[in-house]
């Protein structure tokens, strides 16, 4: 049976003052007057009522002191809050055309919630604005009517990239092609997406940089010769991120495209295109990270002045043709063009595999870009004195602390200073180990006992601490709301903007989330094992909000026939998903995340999944009779409310109201059950349910990670609406274009 805590005394002031005043004429009977309340002796009766009754709160408060006190002696701290992080990009609208070169750690803010870059920028005099050869499919009806009328453009083309060196079309197969511009988020559409090998002609984007307005392209040129251009990339990530594999530490990562940035080798002396000449690019020198797998800063060092140009076409025809850069129809952007710079996966990687299976999906882009955290900077704040003593400790003034930007030093007898290192456990240190612990949340700092495990800072010698503190959900920010700086600098002429919201906050943990933690703690001791240690110690992974946990053991995504010795797939869905409230799908990463978090903690003999569900399309329709007396609208609405709530993967979803099962059976009649007890539903009429088809079925076998998904879904008065009408279908042709073409530009016709 449960153990019941028992409550010592749940009486309070009122209640302690009638009692004793209820007891006045049995102890006093001499005393009569007690109801006035201006009587010294009520006023001795209120003062140790209100004694007792703060004695009783202090004394109730004893297992909760005893509980937190057991949470130290285990070593089970409190999670500190996490920094959300994001991009800004700062752009030059006024003032010199010099470049500014700022460091790393430059603040900015959004209102009163402050950030710090986390790379160095030079802001360039520059604007961009990125476009792509959008195709027109070979089924749209002018198609015929453009490869009559740009035939003898397509022979001289062909001629050209026979003898072109850079060019990335050397077959000769006409692909005709729109403008586009590479589509910004915005508060309305948060997650753009290009795949730059399926939506695009060539493979390849375009930036143009443009010059200030009412600024010479010739000036800007001069002043960025020679330097470096920041360009913030994030991918639009998928829900699927490689296994950790047993053999090793870490998860064995995908090899992903290389990207390539190109900027145009235009001879000075003959700027303008003949109709025999090719477009020709020189390949730029670059810093990158793996921008298709997570978010960063590539850093293109542009060439010297003479190589920054660009190309003029005398002839309207030959502009945007072949490897050309697209042509801009706005004149306006025209005459600010500076220079472009191409960017591309790499030739060989697109030549070995087949059109589609290389995957390079970009959410946005642009210039003069820095990643920024959310946080502010203390540099060199004194923390007190070594006194010689062993297990000194010392507080840091500000909190929570960005646990990875600390350093401490320490003075030594020759007045300079020691860097110290910070570790995980102090009883892992030598005596001859300079370290200390940090405990995030209170900014505790903890040294060693001297003997047997860590030094002790000397007596009288100056401890000094530099770090970064903050975090919390007051860090996600919408986008555009960074917009502001303290630097000096950036005070007259800058515009600083985050083109994306930030993410990644979340509040730390509460003292009574981390006593409910205890028995998990105590159970899996930081090691997954069971089932049940895999979903609490990815639920509490931070940064992330998790709304479901599945684990499957022994299952391989990959070959789920086959039960795998040593495989663990962990299926999890979070909470918020802005497309699909009812079926959330994290993104790479999300999974990465709590990837992370897992790896650090997992057997090395584990082989583990983390994937979030695979959705399965429903299509329902429904013909429903409707009881006297209720309005057909409502109704309608509320059977339609209904089957989405019923067939959610997360709550109120399924029979048991915690989102549908794993491996559970979708039956129609289950279907028509739901949609009858919903008031105003006299009887369903007719029900129809499709499967990833128009084809009616009773019922659906849902294995694995398989989850329903309700893809289309029509109510009506009356008889069932056939599925054939209700799911949209195309053509089947997926407008591709063949393989590497030659782009040729359609000139939109105008009134």
């Known amino acids: 049976m449960p153990l019941e805590l028992p409550i010592i005394d749940d009486r309070n002031y009122e209640q302690l003052l009638d009692e004793a005043k209820r007891r006045i004429p049995a102890h006093t009977p001499e005393w009569t007057n007690y109801n006035v309340e201006s009587d010294p002796g009520i006023t001795i009766v209120q003062l140790f009522a209100f004694l007792t009754d703060s004695l009783i709160y202090r004394s109730g408060r004893i297992p909760e002191l005893n509980r937190l006190k057991f949470l130290q002696i285990l070593g089970i701290p409190l999670q500190p809050p996490t920094a959300s992080s994001g991009f800004i990009v700062i752009q030059k609208d006024r003032g010199s055309l010099d470049a500014l070169q700022l460091d790393k750690g430059i603040e900015v803010a959004a209102g009163k919630t402050n950030f710090i870059t986390r ?11 990125v476009y792509y050869k959008r195709p027109i499919s070979i089924q749209d009806e002018r198609y015929k009517d453009y490869e009559f009328r740009y035939e003898a453009l397509l022979t001289a083309m062909r001629v050209a990239n026979e003898s072109s060196e850079s060019s990335t079309n050397p ?13 910004q988020p915005s508060i309305g559409n948060p997650d753009p997406m290009i795949d730059i090998t399926a939506d695009t002609v060539d493979g390849a984007l375009y930036i143009a940089l443009l010059a200030p307005k009412n600024v010479e392209p010739t000036q800007v040129r001069e002043k960025i010769a020679d330097k470096t251009l920041s360009i913030g990339i994030v991918p639009a990530l998928s829900n699927a991120i490689p296994a950790l594999q047993p053999a090793g530490r870490t998860a064995v990562r995908e090899k ?7 900027i145009p080798n235009v001879d000075e002396n003959a700027i303008e295109v003949t109709a025999e000449m090719s477009a020709n690019y020189s390949r730029l020198p670059v810093q990158q990270p793996n921008v298709l797998t997570d978010n960063g800063i590539v850093k293109v060092i542009l060439p010297e002045l003479k190589k920054l140009n660009t190309w003029e076409f005398p002839e309207p025809m030959q502009e945007g043709s072949g490897d050309f850069p697209p042509m801009i129809e706005d004149l306006e952007v025209q005459d600010r063009l500076v220079t472009w710079i191409r960017m591309r996966i790499k030739q060989e990687e697109t030549e070995s595999a087949q059109r589609g299976t290389v995957q390079a999906r970009l959410a946005w ?22 006194n010689g003593e062993p297990d000194q400790s010392l507080l840091l003034s500000q909190t929570p602390v960005v646990a990875s930007s600390l350093r401490l030093e320490v003075e030594d007898d020759n007045n300079s ?38 030094v002790r800072p000397k007596r009288g010698r100056r401890i000094r601490a530099s770090y970064e503190y903050g975090g919390g959900t007051e860090g996600n920010v919408a986008i555009g709301a960074i917009n502001k700086s303290a630097d000096v600098r950036l005070q007259s002429g800058f515009k600083i903007s985050n083109p994306l919201p930030t993410t990644g906050g979340d509040d730390g943990e509460t003292a009574v989330a981390g006593e409910q933690r205890i028995p998990a703690q105590l159970r899996h001791r930081e090691r997954p094992v069971t089932k049940q240690d895999f979903r609490d110690i990815a639920k509490q992974t931070p940064g992330v909000d998790v709304a479901r946990i599945e684990i499957l053991p022994l299952f391989d995504p990959f070959n789920p026939e086959t039960e795998k010795p040593g495989a663990v797939t962990v299926m999890v869905i979070p909470r918020v998903d802005g497309k699909r409230p009812l079926w959330p799908t994290p993104d790479r990463l999300f999974l990465s995340t709590i990837c992370n978090y897992l790896d650090e903690r997992r057997l090395i003999t584990t ?20 009881q006297d007396g209720h309005y057909r609208d409502d109704v309608i609405d509320a059977v339609n ?23 559970w059976r979708l039956l129609k009649k289950d279907l028509e059950a739901v949609a009858t007890r919903v008031a105003g539903v006299a009887y369903v009429d007719s029900i129809l349910m499709g499967v990833e088809s128009t084809v009616d079925r009773d019922y659906y076998d849902f294995s694995g990670i398989q989850l329903p998904l309700l893809a289309e879904l029509a109510v ?36």
């Not at 790379?119 to 604005?129: C, E, I, N």
């Not at 892992?428 to 001297?450: C, M, Y």
């Not at 530009?745 to 009134?751: G, H, Q």
């Open 607 to 626: 082989e583990i999944h983390i994937l979030g569900p695979a959705y399965v399309a429903v299509n329902i329709s429904v013909g429903i009779v409707i």
């Open 716 to 751: 009506r008065e009356g008889e069932a609406e056939s599925l054939a009408d209700i799911v949209g279908g195309g053509d089947g042709s997926g407008g591709g274009t063949p393989a590497r073409p030659i782009p040729i530009p359609i000139i939109r016709s105008k009134c």
């Open 256 to 262: 992903m495209p290389e990207l390539i940035f190109e």
């Open 417 to 454: 200073w020691q860097l110290w290192r910070m570790v995980d456990d102090l009883l892992t240190a030598d005596f001859t180990d300079q370290v200390f612990t940090l405990d995030p949340e209170s900014g505790k700092i903890q040294f060693g006992n001297g003997i047997p495990h860590g």
């Open 365 to 386: 882009m642009d210039i003069n870009a820095a990643r920024v955290t959310h946080a502010v900077s203390v540099k060199n704040e004194l923390l007190g004195w070594g």
């Open 119 to 129: 790379d160095p920028v030079t802001v360039l005099p520059l604007a961009a604005q």
């Open 641 to 663: 409310k209904r089957l989405n709530t019923y067939l959610s993967a997360i709550r109120p979803g399924g029979r048991d109201e915690e989102g549908w099962p794993l491996n």
């Open 171 to 183: 077959s000769g197969k006409p692909a005709f092609y729109e403008t586009a511009v590479m589509t």
